[in-house]
T-cell receptor, first 115, second 114 residues
Framework: DAGVIQSPRHEVTEMGQEVTLRCKPI?????LFWYRQTMMRGLELLIY????????DSGMPEDRFSAKMPNASFSTLKIQPSEPRDSAVYFC?????????????FGPGTRLTVT | AQSVTQPDIHITVSEGASLELRCNYS??????LFWYVQSPGQGLQLLLK??????LVQGIKGFEAEFKRSQSSFNLRKPSVHWSDAAEYFC????????????FGRGTSLIVHP
């Protein structure tokens, strides 16, 4: 199994531009999580999908952030317009969670720099 | 609300020395407990997990953790640390039969001296 795949691995963009991060979860997993990690705030959960449906998006910072999961094998996190404070490492994780939380499998992350 | 505390932000050990990383949780029900490791520039990787049964669990890379309900702790241990163990370690707790969203601690950075 290739694990969780994220693209791109690095993204540098200018303030005001649209940024789209992509994630392919592990096949057969039914839960998908988007996290953001910074030195100041640590690891933050942005949004959680179960069976492709957004269940909890309370961590999404503001309307500039949106996430979709059109099918079980693909999810996107979009930032429009981007701001310098969005600079962080964004992780996607998946799990097979039935009857409660199970272990998560994390992707390698996308390092986003907004100038 | 559930919470996870990792009281040590940084820990420094010498190579070959033993290691214990602390994790305390605040939770009323039966928790699911996890330890993850994050090497520089990489995502988090599961080291071990506890759902039920034997309170001493073995993980990968020679790590083990012990669940102590009376102390609400799930400390991570390794008898002899290798330089390659230098990384960030995260404790996480989930809810048995409930929310699928884990709560993570802030992490402990392990520094290994030769």
């Amino acid at each position: 199994d290739a694990g969780v795949i994220q693209s791109p691995r690095h993204e540098v963009t200018e303030m005001g531009q649209e940024v789209t991060l992509r994630c392919k979860p592990i096949s057969g997993h039914n839960s998908l999580f988007w996290y953001r990690q910074t030195m100041m705030r640590g690891l933050e959960l942005l949004i959680y999908f179960n069976n492709n449906v957004p269940i909890d998006d309370s961590g999404m910072p503001e309307d500039r952030f949106s996430a979709k999961m059109p099918n079980a094998s693909f999810s996107t996190l979009k930032i429009q317009p981007s701001e310098p404070r969005d600079s962080a490492v964004y992780f996607c994780a998946s799990s097979f969670s039935v009857g409660g939380l199970k272990e998560q499998y994390f992707g390698p992350g996308t390092r986003l720099t907004v100038t | 609300a559930q919470s996870v505390t990792q009281p040590d932000i940084h820990i420094t050990v010498s190579e070959g020395a033993s290691l214990e990383l602390r994790c305390n949780y605040s939770y009323g029900a039966t928790p699911y407990l996890f330890w993850y490791v994050q090497s520089p520039g990489q995502g988090l990787q599961l080291l071990l997990k506890y759902f039920s049964g034997d309170t001493l669990v073995q993980g990968i890379k020679g790590f083990e953790a012990e669940f102590k309900r009376s102390q609400s702790s799930f400390n991570l241990r390794k008898p002899s640390v290798h330089w390659s163990d230098a990384a960030e370690y995260f404790c996480a707790v989930g809810e048995k039969g409930g929310s699928y969203i884990p709560t993570f601690g802030r992490g402990t950075s392990l520094i290994v001296h030769p």
